[in-house]
């Protein structure tokens, strides 16, 4: 492959580069414009199932010589700071997409989630970390549905999952999740709506229950039962159940009366990332 194919400036180059991608290298490129970062590990277990190869080194070596290509031709990139460190070895690349991937998205799938898929500058190791988090709670869901005990009817990653509404003021403001999912467990007829949000261990308790009352002020415009019949849960991924404890603790604690976040039917759920998936299968939503 001739590497100067990776400075595509002209519709011919991209028009020649989407003739040579394969399913699987759209779903990759469609994945980094929903997520905006995915490591290279992440990559893998969305798109190289190891049962589909001979062994899970295979799937590896698969995923990595797909990258490789994207990147030969322009269309992706990785960050310069490894995250998991270099034992982590290819794993800990950190994968976005380029501007002639963008444009390539953008000429040939209309892709309304690319724009905000461009990664303009180096993030904060902060911001890296959440946006892996993220898009790891998404990899989560898909690697359960690939078992057959759940489906994922819908996800969405911010911003898509963000929503307008008016406040008591009549002015417009947003809600933002970090992620939107509705999972259904297998021969059930019931689906689960959930607003996620994913929390580091660096968001102060005050924060936390600003976070928690803006949702409940949402909840009170009635736009989102309206549109789909009723609320979300909003589960809050902490890193530990310790933090998850401090989480619930910030949201219903010192005798606070939500309303709404009151009573054995709460709103708000802190748990693990494990235990959510958990709740995920089998459509148990602990308190």
Not at 175 to 198: Q, Y
Not at 259 to 276: C, K, T, V, W, Y
Request: charge should be positive; charged fraction near 25%.
């Amino acid at each position: 492959m001739n590497h100067d194919i990776r400075q595509i400036v002209g519709r011919r180059q991209l028009a020649l580069v989407a003739t040579r991608l394969g399913t699987r290298d759209w779903q990759v490129l469609n994945d980094l414009a929903r997520f905006r970062l995915l490591h290279a590990g992440q990559i893998r277990r969305l798109h190289f199932d190891c049962s589909k190869h001979a062994s899970r080194i295979a799937a590896a070596r698969a995923c990595t010589s797909a990258l490789r290509r994207l990147s030969d031709f322009g269309l992706i990139r990785h960050l310069e700071r490894r995250i998991g460190g270099v034992r982590a070895g290819s794993d800990s690349l950190v994968w976005h997409l380029a501007p002639a991937g963008v444009r390539l998205l953008t000429t040939y799938q209309s892709n309304s989630e690319v724009v905000a898929g461009l990664v303009e500058r180096e993030p904060s190791l902060r911001t890296a970390t959440h946006t892996l988090t993220v898009a790891e709670v998404a990899v989560c869901l898909r690697e359960v549905e690939r078992t057959g005990q759940v489906e994922v009817v819908a996800l969405q990653p911010e911003p898509a999952c963000w929503r307008e509404h008016l406040t008591i003021a009549g002015t417009r403001t947003w809600l933002k999740p970090d992620l939107f999912a509705i999972t259904a467990t297998a021969g059930s007829a019931f689906e689960e709506l959930w607003f996620i949000e994913v929390d580091l261990g660096t968001e102060s308790a005050a924060t936390i229950a600003r976070k928690a009352v803006a949702y409940d002020r949402y909840r009170q415009t009635g736009r989102e039962q309206a549109a789909r019949s009723a609320f979300p849960l909003v589960a809050w991924l902490a890193p530990d159940e310790a933090r998850a404890e401090t989480i619930t603790s910030a949201i219903y604690g010192a005798g606070r009366s939500g309303g709404a976040r009151d009573g054995p039917n709460r709103l708000h759920r802190a748990m693990a990332l494990e235990q959510f998936i958990v709740a995920v299968r089998t459509a148990n939503n602990p308190i």
